[in-house]
């Protein structure tokens, strides 16, 4: 039984090691997702040019036209949008209430409040912090 103790505190300390260095932001692709950051935070109008959800992490992304030109719009996972019975499809008018951050070598903007008509979703409180994540502070 030794042995096996021995073997499963070995297993636990290997992974201890592994895990912090191979740890990806929630993309999958090595890159961290930026915190949401309230002291940036703009109201933002515009026609969705495109949806889409990439990276292994469910989120879902807005291509968003605006009169000063097209911006990145990360929205949260879709899971939530889903829950919470919001879609969009290319040619909604949407505003945007939203964090400017740096991502991927860009700039995106990181939603918290999202009014179509006459319907709100709230992603993130006025702290940023996400409705999903039950209060933890987390990144996109």
Do not use: C
Not at 119 to 126: A, E, I, M, V, Y
Request: avoid cysteine; proline fraction near 5%.
């Amino acid at each position: 039984m030794n042995i096996y103790k021995l073997h499963f505190s070995t297993m636990a300390a290997v992974l201890l090691i592994i895990l912090p260095a191979g740890a990806q932001g929630p993309g999958g692709n090595g890159k961290r997702a930026p915190m949401y950051n309230p002291s940036t935070e703009m109201t933002v109008t515009g026609t969705v040019e495109e949806v889409a959800h990439p990276g292994g992490w469910g989120g879902t992304h807005l291509t968003l036209k605006t009169e000063k030109g097209t911006l990145d719009v990360h929205l949260g996972p879709s899971r939530f949008l889903a829950e919470k019975q919001f879609t969009f499809a290319k040619g909604d008018r949407i505003e945007v209430t939203n964090s400017k951050v740096a991502y991927a070598g860009g700039d995106a903007l990181a939603a918290r409040v999202v009014k179509r008509g006459d319907k709100t979703l709230t992603l993130r409180d006025s702290s940023g912090i996400p409705r999903w994540s039950r209060g933890r502070r987390h990144s996109l």
